[in-house]
């Protein structure tokens, strides 16, 4: 048993997943038929409800229903029939345990760290913007999507990166797909990064600008952060829940202090003007990537932890003690025309493009390589921490979708539509939400702003603060006293902390990638504490983001509107890449009868993102393909004309190079997918043809842990683990440090 | 009688918090140490100080980038 060869070999007579005693109990049957008629009954009202008021209830609880058969049945089904996980076989964990990376870590522990790390803004602001086309085509699409495609993307790459000692995306493209296709990758993640980056720092932008209450609350979490890295360092080392809790208590504080300072001189000066935002931004990247991470970076990660655990919790209790009512139509006109003003396109590609991360991400391809699979205790765990991880993410979602759908209409597209088509007053923007069909004031949008006290709400565009709204509406609601002012702000700076800790984050990722590449022509550089690469690498890094960040800030066509089909398409083809990856494995391990599980997918997501690329690149409608675009305003130049919103020249030249700077970088993401995709193909052929190929998964090696596969140990898993240590005994303290916390320790 | 579920309840929720807080110290490595601690028992280590320990975890860190999604 080489074992380079196939997965099939394991396993053995356990192969139709765990023990599992009653498998088809009357009580579990019954209990999963109730599950099923319930979900049932919700989508049921959803769909067929027309002009009445709906709950946002039957929303959520479609979507757990939902969630909960999926886990059940589907993730199963995956990890014991598909990927055949063994839990007599070691993970990387127990094998190369350090300490370090490797790490066996307890699944539920692990279950929160890889949490923290996949979900962010994305799933927050995507659902937000489709909303403009109903809430019925983001609800299918962020649960039917997560079932089928996201859980499952992020579910089989981190089984296929833990059988190979937590192998990097781009690594195992490089070794199971070949050079060229790794490369391809390699460019495209890094890419794609920088993209991500500045549209993310741009939903910070237009959250904060002209808000001195936001920029005075985010900037002192500089401070805060500051002083519990020194309060960790030096005060009381590693004390971190003290730390983290008088963190938060100052957070809270700052946001009430922001409402007092907002009138003064002080908050005269914090009205920022989104040029200068986006200085502060990329100062501010380029500082916290050269910094000592104790010092910003690792305080600020538990703060943003925390606050993101919080607001969602808050929000799930909030729904269901608000219970508010969808004030949204299921699908409105723009579904179907595609001429809705906070994003173009019609429902075909451009929903699923938008909503993105809160179905399927690419980018969770790279957290769920690396560095999560090194720390699985159990290979079984991975259907919890993989799939359970994103169906959560997805829950996030639908949450967002619930906020962005139960606020007045009127009110969402006036903030969610561009300055150049509201003409950012009150009286004008309630003209032209007017005109689109819908009911509003400039009385009603002045008296919203005012509840949340701010200056205006007309064409705050970026999802962030839309969101912020919905959840101030639904906090208030449940939780009673007013207060919209300062749920408004809690939930801009829950956004804000964790957008600000993925770009600070994501700039040191992108300058680690781009020492070790360039390491490999000049060994120098590579060095990752030579101090003057680190300045290089960082400035270019932040160099590059922020360029972009400012092209969005200043584009008179609203950079989000712009920025954001970029963004979801470029995520939605990065997941093709990791899909492919998945479905290259799949066949080379001779599972070409379940490859479906990944392939149908991947074939949906090309279609889509290839579609939508198409569009952007090909489309005759100047407000959807980024050429067209281009050419329509340079011909108007040329003839001398200026053409709305541009107001003079100058934005005429400014539309026209960023037009043709995003059709070039749309289509230069879709040339790099279809290389892999195309190279893959090439191997799976050869893989069919012989039945299957050798591939680098790493010899199986027997486990000496018993740990339970979900949560809740079964009574079976008791039983496993009691035996295991009655058979062990003294022993089991010898293997690494885990005892201590486990279910062992605390029963 | 109800004094036992007063007790009960008590002993639940005194159980409850305990376990968000064991959840917390190892979800922020907090409880790292205590680990750090056990191992060093185990083997007959001297344990380093916690000051020293917290450093090279620091250090670590540095070195091995957390990735934050979108």
């Known amino acids: ?747 | 009688m109800t004094d036992t579920a007063y007790a009960r309840g008590g002993r639940a929720i005194a159980r409850a918090l305990r376990n968000v807080r064991w959840y917390l110290r190892e979800l922020t490595g907090e409880a790292r140490w205590d680990d750090y601690l056990v191992h060093c028992t185990a083997h007959g280590h001297t344990p380093m100080s916690r000051r020293e320990f917290e450093r090279a975890r620091a250090d670590a860190a540095e070195k091995n980038p957390i990735s934050r999604c979108c």
């Not at chain 1, 994103?390 to 561009?418: H, K, R, T, W």
Request: aromatic share 10%; with cysteine.
């Open chain 1, 1 to 747: 048993m080489s074992g380079t060869i196939t997965t099939e070999d394991s396993g053995g007579s356990s192969s139709a997943g765990p023990a599992t005693g009653g498998r088809g109990s009357m009580k579990s049957v019954l209990i999963w038929t109730a599950v099923a008629a319930v979900g049932a009954v919700c989508w049921t009202v959803l769909a067929l409800a027309r002009g009445e008021t709906v709950s946002a209830l039957w929303m959520l609880f479609a979507a757990l229903c939902s969630y909960a058969i999926a886990y059940r049945f589907y993730a199963r089904f995956i990890t014991y029939k598909v990927l055949r996980a063994d839990d007599k076989r070691a993970t990387p964990a127990e094998r190369l345990q350090n300490g370090v990376d490797f790490d066996v870590t307890d699944r539920r522990v692990l279950f929160g760290h890889h949490f923290a790390a996949i979900a962010g803004a994305g799933p927050l602001v995507g659902p937000v913007l489709a909303a403009q086309m109903g809430y019925l085509p983001g609800t299918i699409w962020i649960v039917v999507g997560v079932i089928f495609a996201g859980a499952v993307q992020d579910l089989t790459v981190m089984f296929f990166s833990m059988r190979r000692n937590g192998k990097s995306l781009g690594q195992m493209i490089r070794e199971e797909i070949g050079i060229v296709g790794g490369i391809a990758a390699l460019i495209a993640v890094f890419a794609i990064m920088i993209i991500i980056l500045a549209v993310l720092a741009l939903i910070v932008v237009n959250a904060l600008a002209e808000s001195p209450w936001g920029v005075f609350s985010i900037a002192l979490t500089i401070p805060i952060a500051i002083f519990m890295g020194i309060y960790l360092r030096t005060i009381r080392p590693g004390r971190v829940l003290e730390a983290t809790g008088i963190g938060v208590a100052l957070l809270l504080l700052a946001i009430v202090g922001g409402g007092w300072i907002q009138d003064t001189g002080l908050g005269d000066a914090l009205t920022l003007s989104k040029e200068w935002l986006v200085l502060a931004l990329v100062v501010y990247g380029f500082v916290a990537s050269v910094l000592p991470v104790w010092l910003l970076l690792t305080p600020r990660d538990y703060l943003s932890t925390f606050m993101k655990i919080g607001v969602i919790v808050l929000l799930a209790l909030g729904l269901l003690i608000a219970r508010p009512v969808l004030q949204a139509e299921a699908i409105t006109d723009f579904a179907r025309e595609g001429t809705g003003p906070v994003f173009a396109g019609s429902l075909f590609p451009f929903v699923f493009i938008t909503i993105a991360c809160g179905a399927l991400s690419g980018f969770h391809a790279l957290i769920s390589s690396g560095t999560t699979p090194k720390m699985v205790a159990k290979e079984s765990q991975v259907r919890l921490i993989g799939y359970g991880g994103m169906l959560m993410e997805s829950f996030v979602a639908i949450s967002a979708l619930i906020a962005a759908a139960v606020i007045d209409q009127g009110l969402y597209f006036a903030m969610n539509s561009p300055a150049g088509a509201t003409g950012g007053t009150a009286e004008s923007a309630a003209a032209y939400v007017n005109g689109l069909g819908f009911d509003t004031s400039a009385q009603t949008l002045a008296a919203a702003s005012a509840a949340v006290q701010e200056d205006t709400l007309v064409s705050r565009t970026g999802g962030a603060p839309t969101l912020a709204v919905g959840i101030s509406q639904i906090f208030s609601q449940a939780f009673g006293g007013g207060g919209q002012a300062f749920w408004y702000h809690f939930a801009i700076m829950f956004e804000a902390l964790f957008i600000l800790t993925a770009v600070d984050a994501g700039t040191r990722v992108g300058r680690f990638m781009l020492q070790d590449t360039i390491g490999n022509v000049w060994k120098r550089f590579g060095d990752l504490s030579w101090r003057p690469g680190n300045i290089i690498a960082s400035a270019i890094v932040v160099g590059l983001w922020g360029s972009v960040l400012y092209i969005g800030v200043t584009d008179p066509l609203g950079g989000v509107n712009q920025l954001f089909p970029l963004f979801g398409i470029a995520n939605q083809l990065l997941a093709a890449i990791a899909l492919t990856l998945c479905t290259v494995l799949l066949i080379k391990h001779g599972k070409l009868r379940y490859a479906w599980v990944t392939a149908i997918p991947l074939a949906w997501d090309l279609v889509v993102t290839m579609t939508a690329s198409f569009q952007k690149v090909f489309s005759g409608d100047p407000r959807v393909g980024y050429f067209t675009q281009a050419q329509t305003y340079r011909e108007a130049r040329d003839a001398g004309e200026v053409l709305a919103p541009a107001q003079d020249q100058g934005q005429m030249d400014q539309i026209i190079f960023n037009s043709t700077l995003n059709g070039v970088l749309q289509a230069f993401f879709a040339l790099l997918v279809l290389v892999v995709v195309v190279h893959a193909a090439v191997v799976i052929t050869r893989a069919i043809r012989v039945g299957q190929l050798p591939t680098t998964e790493e010899p199986a090696v027997p486990s000496n842990l018993v740990e339970p596969a979900g949560i809740f140990p079964t009574a079976e898993e008791k039983q496993a683990i009691a035996e295991h240590e009655r058979l062990v005994g003294a022993g089991a303290g010898t293997h690494g440090t885990f005892d201590s916390g486990s279910d062992r320790g605390r029963s």
